[in-house]
């Protein structure tokens, strides 16, 4: 072969070379490309979270974290997160607490991921809550550390979200309006239309609600403790509030293997006393729940559901029900099963006002004469019983 055929040779194969080389250049670039970015820790203490962080040992904010769509915030077992007062989690994206199947280390009752807040040193100012609501008609709290909280929103990634075993202490509540009150509502922790599962939560000096869920909210809590809420201006709440939760009756609130606790406030409009559920136009489900040293149990108001294997010891009426819930003309349930309910001067279930209760194998006693409860207290409502014992009750056994 001739100088020219072997140049031509070698320019092809050059050519092919520098193919080559250039391809694995390219697949190389796309490679690193994919590459994750580096995963934050400790480096949000006020703003907004916009790709994958977490916080671990002690972490101190400074003011509000807000967690964007489609970031995901990581809050490892045993970490310690101090928060100024009236600030406040805003999560829209996802959040994984002490959880190994979102990324967090594992939770558990000795190691929890505790969510402290400072108190005011000066209560005679106004809260950041007062100045937010003060061009609306709404009654708002004034109270300077209103606004304290965590917020879970509806646009949450439920797949990567998870609370467990979180510890929330001196949160005032966050506020929320909510439409069908025509008012604010507040709580420590708010489900903001959002489904996901809460295991081990426990709450101490909560001035409103500990848990507020809201407009087709269906979380599940479970394994955890619960306390009545502690303000003295007013604004005190039970432990639990739920209004327009849950989809239907099969994506439910549900409440289950969890303690409830408050204080012996009297009876009766003037008695100060609240419950420590209050449930309102919702779909709600409770199991294996506990009630004690309380003054009322709880309230369902055009409410289904049911409450199943649980014990209810109260001071005065343990379940009251008003109304019921409607899905178009269909009317439904609420059930009252396999219960242990005892009060001291109340009544151990009432329903009115159109209330539609199936109660079976439930035992019911108490009611004081001097307090004037009874067992089954029914009003302008069907109520079907089966199986119940009722007594001895001290004024009368229906």
């Known amino acids: 072969m001739d100088r020219t055929g072997e140049s031509l040779m070698e320019r092809k194969n050059?050519?092919?070379?520098?193919?080559?080389?250039?391809?694995?250049?390219?697949?190389?670039?796309?490679?690193?490309?994919?590459?994750?970015?580096?995963?934050?820790?400790?480096?949000?203490?006020?703003?907004?979270?916009?790709?994958?962080?977490?916080?671990?040992?002690?972490?101190?904010l400074q003011g509000d974290v807000t967690v964007a769509e489609g970031a995901k915030l990581?809050?490892?077992?045993?970490?310690?997160?101090?928060?100024?007062?009236?600030?406040?989690?805003?999560?829209?994206?996802?959040?994984?607490?002490?959880?190994?199947?979102?990324?967090?280390?594992?939770?558990?009752?000795?190691?929890?991921?505790?969510?402290?807040?400072s108190l005011p040193t000066d209560y005679t100012k106004e809260g950041r809550c007062a100045a937010a609501f003060?061009?609306?008609?709404?009654?708002?709290?004034?109270?300077?550390?209103?606004g304290?909280?965590?917020?879970?929103?509806?646009?949450?990634?439920?797949?990567?979200?998870?609370?467990?075993?979180?510890?929330?202490?001196?949160?005032?509540?966050?506020?929320?309006?909510?439409?069908?009150?025509?008012?604010?509502?507040?709580?420590?922790?708010?489900?903001?239309?959002s489904t996901t599962t809460a295991t081990g939560l426990t709450f101490t000096d909560i001035n409103t609600s500990n848990?507020?869920?809201?407009?087709?909210?269906?979380?599940?809590?479970?394994?955890?403790?619960?306390?009545?809420?502690?303000?003295?201006?007013?604004y005190n709440?039970?432990?639990?509030?739920?209004?327009?939760?849950?989809?239907?009756?099969?994506?439910?609130?549900?409440?289950?293997n969890s303690e409830f606790t408050g204080n012996d406030a009297d009876c009766g409009q003037q008695g100060g006393g609240l419950g420590v559920i209050s449930i309102d136009n919702s779909y709600v489900d409770m199991d294996n729940i506990d009630i004690r040293d309380n003054s009322y149990g709880m309230f369902l108001k055009s409410s289904s559901g049911s409450l199943t294997n649980s014990e209810i010891n109260v001071k005065c009426n343990a379940v009251d029900t008003n109304s019921l819930k409607k899905t178009g003309d269909f009317e439904h349930t609420l059930e009252v099963n396999?219960?242990?309910?005892?009060?001291?001067?109340?009544?151990?279930?009432?329903?009115?006002?159109?209330?539609?209760?199936?109660?079976?194998?439930?035992t019911i006693s108490g009611g004081s004469e001097g307090g004037g409860g009874s067992g089954v207290g029914i009003r302008s409502s069907v109520v079907e019983l089966h199986e119940n014992t009722i007594g001895p009750i001290g004024v009368w056994n229906g």
Request: aromatic share 8%; glycine share 10%.
């Open 338 to 362: 396999n219960n242990i309910i005892t009060t001291s001067e109340g009544t151990g279930l009432t329903a009115y006002d159109g209330a539609k209760v199936y109660a079976e194998r439930n």
């Open 237 to 256: 709440a039970a432990a639990i509030r739920a209004y327009d939760a849950g989809a239907g009756i099969l994506s439910t609130l549900r409440i289950k």
């Open 74 to 117: 990581i809050v490892n077992a045993g970490t310690t997160v101090n928060i100024p007062f009236g600030k406040f989690i805003d999560v829209r994206g996802a959040i994984c607490i002490g959880d190994t199947a979102c990324g967090a280390s594992a939770g558990s009752a000795s190691s929890q991921a505790r969510f402290i807040w």
């Open 211 to 234: 848990v507020l869920a809201i407009d087709l909210a269906a979380p599940l809590l479970t394994d955890s403790t619960f306390e009545l809420g502690v303000d003295g201006r007013g």
């Open 14 to 60: 050059q050519a092919k070379s520098v193919s080559l080389v250039l391809l694995y250049m390219l697949s190389l670039s796309l490679a690193m490309v994919s590459v994750p970015s580096a995963m934050a820790v400790n480096e949000t203490t006020q703003g907004t979270v916009s790709g994958t962080e977490t916080w671990s040992g002690t972490m101190n």
């Open 148 to 193: 304290s909280g965590m917020v879970i929103r509806s646009t949450i990634d439920q797949a990567i979200t998870s609370i467990n075993y979180a510890h929330f202490e001196n949160a005032y509540g966050f506020p929320i309006y909510v439409a069908s009150q025509q008012n604010l509502q507040y709580g420590a922790l708010i489900f903001d239309g």
């Open 134 to 146: 003060a061009d609306t008609n709404l009654a708002v709290s004034s109270d300077a550390a209103c």
